[in-house]
């Protein structure tokens, strides 16, 4: 996969690249995207017949934490990322904690819920309005399918009274990046958001104030009201993101119905889940029961079938594939930490060494590896965090949200707009614009488990339960955690393995190494491929050339990170 002059660098300049409509399209790099990612999608041109995601360089967080003092493993390894780095030195934390057998106390706990909670309520917002909109905005709609836009000019926005675009043609122009309404509102409600997680982690995006057993900001009753003063001030833009993003895609699948397969693969996710609650304890051994506490929950759901929500079963099958990456691979050990042993290619099991080489298909051609879950190809999205938490028969009783088997009813409080209860329903298909629907109502969904959990941080506060950290004591003998967790984007977890207080081995598997990876040892596609392999063609072209439009939309609808992929 190489760069080319007709390359798409950008559809808000959709006449840059200009390729026959049936043939290669090689849409690297491709923006919008955090890292380096290149694609290339061969079309028969009315849809996608093969695709290769490649991972475009290599990083070496792994290698740089190898020898380190376990003390100086969380702020290396949250550099791994610059939009999910609190997420990665919250999974570093547990890591070391589970090595450490440690307990942070309740408030140490609660702190690091909110603020990854709110971390997630960034991503989300970001990925929407600066990433994935553009694809859908008035110039580029206007440019690659004149007919969809012709009906756009005259389609009323149902939720109109909610997100103030009167039709759909509004609602893409403020699409429109850097100019448009919804990209500009975007902007100062991340920086409220964004000064939120630093009240609790010191500053974004990478902590200063977390350690293992520890979040050391300064806390007092002020830091919760000024921390609920601005959550309150957010509510109006989540009511509005959630109806912006209904009436575009309901419009969408009325208008032209090949958009209810863009992106489409099977319903097969794997999360580690996240947030947990103030009493919960982090252990190997504990790890379902914890697990269990969490309100985004862990679990593995293949083909639409629940295989399970034990996180130690979510961690157990993992396996990582390097067949067609740029890696050999390092036996490490065979066994877990109660001396049980792992499948081979378990991150536990091995390390991934750097083998540089000309990139080839057949061969290797991405830097990103291949995890897979028991052999099978698992994304892992907001969408299957929303599904999974849906189809829970135990969510804490709380005053915000209520998982009804079916569908997530979310109670938004009252700003200048009503109260609202908003409400995500399980989709009929996987496909790019459920994953974008998803986006939207984990805004909503992340912002009031911060809101749960604030609550419980109160309690703490008001019954004077006030330790934020506890003495570090480092083991001097060999030992081993991992860390499960998830990003914004989802699945999150280090692997680490120690001895005599220094770093052995550190393996990491995030949400995007998942969605990114390339071709498994069985030759099977990675998440993102498969949902580009049989994606329709449904940009109008001009005589026989083509931008690429619709395979970037299947691609930001994964939100991927090759920063976090590649680490």
């Known amino acids: 996969m190489s760069t080319t002059p007709q390359a798409l660098s950008d559809p808000s300049d959709a006449s840059a690249s200009q390729k026959p409509r049936g043939g290669v399209i090689d849409l690297d790099p491709m923006t ?47 550099r791994a990322c610059g939009w999910c780095g609190g997420a990665h030195m919250t999974t570093a934390s547990l890591a ?19 603020a990854q909670a709110t971390e997630a309520i960034w991503v989300h917002a970001a990925h929407l ?22 009906k756009a000019r005259v389609a009323k926005a149902p939720g109109a009274s909610i997100h103030g675009y009167g039709t759909i043609a509004d609602l893409m122009e403020g699409m429109t990046p850097l100019t448009g309404r919804y990209w500009t509102e975007t902007l100062p409600a991340g920086r409220r ?58 419009f969408l699948y009325e208008a032209d119905e090949r958009f209810l397969t863009l992106g489409q693969r099977p319903a097969s996710f794997i999360h580690a889940g996240c947030w947990d609650d103030v009493r919960s304890a982090y252990t190997y051994e504990g790890l379902d029961e914890n697990g269990r506490a969490r309100l985004a929950p862990p679990g593995v759901m293949i083909d639409g079938n629940i ?57 290797a051609y991405s830097w990103c590896a291949a995890p897979r879950w028991g052999g099978h190809v698992v994304e892992s999205t907001p969408l299957g965090r929303l599904w999974l938490t849906a189809t829970r028969d135990d969510f804490p009783t709380n005053d ?61 506060m008001r019954t004077g339960e006030m330790e934020q950290s506890i003495p570090l004591d480092i083991p001097e003998d060999e030992t081993m955690g991992v860390g499960l967790w998830e990003t914004g984007r989802g699945f999150n977890a280090h692997w680490l393995r120690g001895d005599a207080g ?38 109008e072209s001009s005589g026989d050339e083509l931008t690429g439009i619709d395979a970037m939309r299947v691609i930001h609808s994964f939100d991927p990170c090759m920063n976090c992929a590649n680490h």
């Open 32 to 78: 919008r995207v955090g890292g380096a990612l290149g694609v290339r999608v061969t079309t028969d041109g009315t849809r996608i017949t093969d695709a290769h995601a490649a991972g475009n360089f290599f990083r070496g967080y792994e290698t740089l934490a190898l020898k380190r003092d376990l003390r100086d493993v969380m702020p290396i390894v949250s």
């Open 96 to 114: 070391l904690e589970m090595a450490f057998e440690m307990r942070p106390p309740p408030m140490a706990i609660g702190m690091r819920t909110i």
């Open 129 to 150: 309005a600066v990433r994935a909109a553009p694809d859908y905005c008035a110039s580029v709609v206007a440019k690659t399918t004149p007919r969809l836009w012709a």
């Open 193 to 250: 958001v964004q000064e939120m997680i630093s009240m609790f982690y010191g500053k974004f995006p990478h902590p200063s104030v977390a350690a293992p057993g520890t979040v050391a900001a300064t806390l007092s009753w002020a830091t919760f009201t000024e921390y609920f003063t601005r959550l309150v001030a957010s509510v109006d833009y989540v009511k509005q993101v959630c109806a912006l993003w209904d009436d575009l895609i309901a």
């Open 307 to 363: 295989e399970t929500r034990n996180l130690s079963e979510v961690h157990a099958h993992i396996t990582e594939h390097v067949d067609h990456s740029f890696y050999d691979i390092e036996v490490e050990g065979g066994h877990d930490r109660r001396g049980d042993s792992l499948p081979d290619g378990h991150p536990w099991t091995q390390r991934n060494i750097a083998r540089p080489a000309q990139r080839d298909e057949q061969g």
């Open 400 to 460: 915000f949200i209520e998982a009804t088997g079916s569908s997530i009813r979310i109670l938004v409080p009252m700003n200048f707009q009503p109260e609202t209860i908003v409400e995500w329903k399980i989709p009929e298909r996987v496909n790019a614009l459920e994953r974008l629907r998803a986006d939207a109502y984990g805004i909503a969904f992340a912002g009031l488990c911060a809101a749960i959990t604030l609550l419980k941080g109160f309690e703490l």
């Open 502 to 539: 220094r770093v052995t081995n550190y393996q990491i598997i995030s949400a995007s190494t998942l969605n990114a990876s390339p071709r498994d040892a069985d030759g099977r596609p990675g998440p993102m491929e498969e949902a580009l392999i049989d994606s329709p063609i449904i940009e």
